[in-house]
C-alpha cells in the first residue's frame, strides 16, 4: 500500500446558464464557456473526484476511502458516514443571479431522496459593488402570504437582500430561501448532497433553451418562514486560527498568513481540507509539501500529526469535520 501525502483533486467544472469566466481567468482552471462551479472535492455520485497529484494520481476518491478507510477520513468519520465523503467542496462564480432556492434538511432527503440533507456555507471571495445576496425574506412571512406572491408571480417583492464585500461569510441552514446574486464568486462548503429546490429563477431559459424544473410543491413545507440570521460573525486575527464556523457537519476556520505557521493537528480526528482564497502558500505534512495557489483545494489526511504552511502572503479556509 502506498504512503498518503498531502492530495489535491482534479476539478469538476460545470457551466451554468449563470456562470462566468473568473474560474477560468483569475484561478487558472482549465475550462470554455460558462463556468459557474469548480468542484474541488466530491463524493457525489456521477462527480467522484479523482487525485491529480504523486504517486496516487488518477486514483478515484471513492477507491481512496477503499483502501485507506479511517487514515484518510478519521475514525469518527468513517463511524458516522459509514466510508461515504461527507462534504462538497466548490468555487462558484456568478456573473448572473442563481435561481431562488433552498435545500432539504436530512430527514426530509433521507425519505425523498435517499440523500444526506444540504446545510452549506460561504466565504465571499470577490464581489462587485453593488453585488449582493438573496437570504430569507424582508417582512413576517407565512405560508399563505408566500403563495400568494408566488402565484402573481411577485415573489422578488418579499425577498430580503444583503449586500456583500470580500471577507463575508454566511451559514445558509436547510430550509432558507437563498440566491447568489451576480458579481459574487465565493468558497462554498456543504454537505455531500446535490438536491436543491429551485422557487423561482428569473423567467429566463437555461442553457439548452429550455426552461429549468422549479419545485414550488417539494418546497412547500421546508421552507423557513422565521427570520433568517445567516450572516456569520468571527475575528480575522493575522496568523492565527479564527473559527467562522461550526456546525453539526463541518468546522470551518479562517487562517489570514503573512509568515509561516505550524498547526499541530494530531487531537483532530478528521481529515482537513485547505481552500486558498487568495496568495499562495507551500503546505507540508506527511513528508511532502504542496504549493497551494488561489483558487486550489488540498485535502490533508487525518493520521497527519502536523502541518507547516510557508507564506508570506495567503488567506486559507481550514475544514475539518467536528
Known amino acids: 500500500m502506498k504512503e498518503l501525502y498531502p492530495i489535491k483533486f482534479e476539478p469538476i467544472l460545470k457551466e451554468k446558464v449563470w456562470g462566468g469566466h473568473k474560474l477560468v481567468s483569475h484561478f487558472g482552471k482549465s475550462g470554455s464557456g460558462r463556468i459557474g462551479e469548480s468542484w474541488e472535492i466530491s463524493g457525489v455520485d456521477g462527480n467522484i473526484s ?3 497529484n504523486g504517486s496516487l494520481e488518477g486514483m478515484s476518491l471513492v477507491a481512496l476511502i477503499e483502501e485507506y478507510g479511517e487514515a484518510l477520513l478519521g475514525k469518527k468519520v468513517m463511524r458516522e458516514y459509514g466510508g461515504e465523503f461527507p462534504l462538497l467542496f466548490k468555487f462558484i462564480d456568478a456573473s448572473q443571479d442563481l435561481s431562488v432556492q433552498l435545500h432539504p434538511d436530512d430527514a426530509v432527503a433521507k425519505e425523498r431522496h435517499n440523500s444526506f440533507g444540504k446545510t452549506e456555507m460561504w466565504y465571499i471571495m470577490d464581489a462587485d459593488k453593488e453585488a449582493r445576496l438573496i437570504l430569507g425574506f424582508n ?11 408566488l402565484s402573481r408571480g411577485e415573489i422578488t417583492q418579499i425577498l430580503h ?3 456583500v464585500s470580500p471577507g463575508d461569510s454566511f451559514f445558509i441552514a436547510p430550509g432558507t430561501v437563498h440566491a447568489i446574486g451576480a458579481g459574487v464568486v465565493l ?16 423567467d429566463r431559459p437555461g442553457i439548452d433553451g429550455n426552461m429549468r424544473e422549479l ?25 492565527h486560527e479564527n473559527e467562522i464556523c461550526l456546525a453539526p457537519y463541518f468546522r470551518t476556520s479562517l487562517l489570514p498568513l503573512t509568515e509561516d505557521v505550524t498547526r499541530d493537528v494530531s487531537t483532530i480526528d ?8 487568495e496568495g499562495k502558500a507551500s503546505i507540508e505534512s506527511m513528508g ?13 489526511p487525518a493520521i497527519a500529526s502536523e502541518i507547516k504552511i510557508k507564506t508570506s502572503s495567503a488567506t486559507l479556509l481550514e475544514v475539518s469535520v467536528p
Open 187 to 202: 468558497a462554498e462548503i456543504q454537505q455531500t448532497s446535490n438536491i436543491t429546490y429551485r422557487i423561482y429563477d428569473w
Open 50 to 52: 479523482k487525485v491529480s
Open 161 to 163: 437582500e444583503e449586500a
Open 139 to 149: 417582512r413576517d412571512m407565512n405560508k399563505e402570504t408566500y403563495k400568494d406572491y
Open 288 to 300: 511532502q509539501a504542496e504549493e497551494l495557489a488561489t483558487g486550489e483545494t488540498l485535502l490533508i
Open 215 to 239: 419545485h414550488t410543491d417539494l418546497a412547500l413545507d421546508v421552507i423557513n418562514f422565521e427570520d433568517t440570521q445567516a450572516k456569520l460573525h468571527f475575528s480575522k486575527d493575522q496568523n
Open 270 to 277: 478528521s481529515f482537513l481540507v485547505y481552500m486558498c482564497t
